[in-house]
């Protein structure tokens, strides 16, 4: 868990508490399905569970420093955006990690790669599936200033192989691959060992499996809830592909975060509100 300072292209800034855990689990509780969330959080800042807490998601929280983020959207691409680290947040490592038995577990983490490296190792031999968002191991921050710059990753190929879902977005997977296509950047990703791909971007989201391809729009028109943008997509489309296609997933994904997109924090709407803007994705 954590905060963040948003500074938009246009209006005022604003402060929100701001995790990936946050917004992907709350995105994947409208589906009824049985979710459990691992984070830390500081003592005394109990109360950032609330939301999760509220939605009937299981919270196993761990005492640790909170962090917290700024982050400029510089333009009105919202492909765009400069972070900086204020202050580092405690990581999750595997003695963090309750007895589950094994099932589908979407790391989000962020901190030093061979952590995340080794979390993943240990959770695949345990026998887990596992989704991973690999802005965790792309973006990292400079020791002196603070800036979170993308840079490649010498382990991508054994991360894309341990993992059964790999999310990330365009600048992500073209610092990752060198292609600046969606449909190019998948390719390459699945021929290194990705099983299933979701690459979001401004216009819309990409998800790839069995080598074949699905692009459809976001229906949007609003900065204020693009911070947890991608995570919102993730925590969805995993739910609703437990029982569902590849495409009916994404397509649920992209509805439901087209209706995250228009408000700041996390998804607010129904199963409801989500299946009638599904009508309207294309």
Known sequence: MGTATIVPFLGPSLKEEHSPVLFSAIAASCLGKKIAAVTKV?????????????????????????????????????????????????????????????????????????????????LKTRGFGLSVDVQGFVLQPDVKTGEVRLQDVPEKKEILTLADFVKLDAMEAQTLTGAGALQDQAAILENWGSSETVITCAEGVLARSKGASTLLKLINGSFRGRMGRGDTVI????????????????????????????????????????????????
């Not at 950032?48 to 196993?60: N, R, S, T, Y």
């Not at 490592?93 to 979407?106: K, N, Q, R, S, Y």
């Not at 994404?250 to 199963?271: D, E, N, Q």
């Not at 989500?274 to 309207?280: A, D, I």
Request: glycine residues 6%; proline residues 6%; hydrophobic residues 40%.
């Open 42 to 122: 500081s003592e005394g800042k109990e109360r950032l569970l609330e939301p999760l807490k509220a939605k009937g998601i299981d919270v196993m929280a761990r005492p640790g420093e909170l962090g917290e983020i700024r982050v400029k959207l510089p333009s009105l691409n919202l492909d765009e955006r400069q972070a900086f680290v204020v202050k580092d947040g405690d990581t999750l490592a595997i003695d963090d990690m309750p007895p589950f038995e094994p099932c589908l577990v979407h790391l989000c983490c962020f901190g030093p790669a061979k952590h995340q490296l080794d979390l993943m190792r240990v």
């Open 235 to 282: 925590g969805s489309y995993l739910a609703r592909r437990l029982d569902h296609s590849v495409e009916d997933s994404l397509r649920f994904a992209v509805a439901l975060t087209s209706i995250k997109l228009h408000k700041a924090g996390p998804f607010r709407g129904s199963v409801e509100d989500v299946l009638t803007k599904m009508q309207q994705v294309e």
